[in-house]
Nanobody, 118 residues
């Protein structure tokens, strides 16, 4: 059974930092590209960041320079370090996995709430 379990969300003030973590089980973790998405109230889910093989990373423009995605293949975890948080970063953050070789094998976590007050 595949599970992606996020943790680390919370309520912080603008300018603060949070670190989200996603623990994966039931997948061949090192064969998966791992990503983070977010969904704000009344908005569609949007892409935030992804980490590929060889630790190549990609970010949506709005978080570049503030967020850092990293993975630990030994622990089957992917983290999202979020610095200089803004109220517009408020959303439910979801962990996502997609198998690099079988793209139809993709999974989502249940989400963790991040709230940034001004």
């Amino acid at each position: 059974q595949v599970q992606l379990v996020e943790s680390g969300g919370g309520l912080v003030q603008a300018g603060a930092s949070l670190r989200l973590s996603c623990a994966a089980s039931g997948i061949a973790f090192s064969s998966n590209d791992m990503g983070w998405y977010r969904q704000a109230p009344g908005k569609q889910r949007e892409y935030v960041a992804r980490i590929f093989s060889g630790d190549r990373t990609d970010y949506v423009d709005s978080v570049k320079g503030r967020f850092t995605i990293s993975r630990d293949n030994a622990k089957n975890t992917v983290d999202l370090q979020m610095n200089s948080l803004k109220p517009e970063d408020t959303a439910v953050y979801y962990c996502h996995s997609r198998n690099r070789y079988f793209s139809h094998l993709e999974y989502w976590g249940q989400g963790t709430q991040v709230t940034v007050s001004s």
